[in-house]
């Protein structure tokens, strides 16, 4: 099945604002929007957000998502050290009937 | 909030089987989609399997079609996932997750290797 594109990595400073970026087609970001997931070493992936802009309750507000056509992005704001982790996106491909996961994107806090 | 609890991971030889558990607390799984996702060391995530709340649905992986089998206990509020004619490459942590990836559990550890 074919993935989402993410960029491998992304350096800020701490306090900047980085903005992650995912990329599919029509058949899963651009129908169904995408969900973020946050990974710290050694443990499972937490749900960040979903439906493009929807938080879990927990969620710090400094995370927030937005999707055009068939991009979703991620934009983390007053970047932290606990910020550091792998970021994944996800979409349900309508056409393949199964979740695709980008690659993911290391984000370091510099 | 809902707790899933993966069970079942372990060495085993190429050619092997293996059943994976995922046990809940908090809500009925019958009430949600369930899926398996799994991750290869040092590698990103990968859906392998789902089961819609009815049962009217499963979809695997090309990986691992024809090979692994969801399926859902609703009285022990549990999901299985048994592999079999595992493969070097099947080694990963194995996560279970609900319907829109809200909640994961820790993860179970299965290892192919002769």
């Known amino acids: 099945q074919a993935g989402l594109t993410q960029p491998p990595s992304v350096s800020k400073g701490l306090r900047q604002t980085a903005t992650l970026t995912c990329t599919g087609n029509?058949?899963?970001?651009?129908?169904?929007?995408a969900v973020w997931l946050q990974q710290h070493q050694g443990h499972p992936p937490k749900l960040l957000s979903y439906r493009d802009n929807n938080r879990p309750s927990g969620i710090s507000e400094r995370f927030s998502a937005s999707r055009s056509g068939n991009t979703a992005s991620l934009t983390i704001t007053g970047l932290q050290p606990e910020d550091e982790a792998d970021y994944y996106c996800?979409?349900?491909?309508?056409?393949?009937?199964?979740?695709?996961f980008g690659g993911g994107t290391k984000l370091t806090v510099l | 909030e809902v707790q899933l609890v993966e069970s079942g991971g372990d060495l085993v030889q190429p050619g092997g089987s293996l059943r994976l558990s995922c046990a809940a607390s908090g809500s009925t799984l019958s009430s949600n989609w369930m899926h398996w996702v799994r991750q290869a060391p040092g590698k990103g995530l990968v859906w392998v399997s789902g089961?819609?709340?009815?049962?009217?649905?499963?979809g695997s992986a090309d990986s691992v079609m024809g090979r692994f089998t969801i399926s859902r206990d609703n009285v022990k509020n549990t999901v299985y996932l048994q592999m079999n004619s595992l493969r070097a490459e099947d080694t990963a942590v194995y996560y279970c997750?609900?319907?829109?990836?809200?909640?994961w559990g820790q993860g179970t550890l299965v290892t192919v290797s002769s």
């Open positions: 029509s058949k899963n970001v651009g129908n169904q929007g």
């Open positions: 089961l819609a709340r009815d049962g009217s649905f499963t």
């Open positions: 996800s979409a349900w491909d309508s056409s393949l009937n199964a979740w695709v």
């Open positions: 997750a609900t319907g829109s990836l809200d909640y």
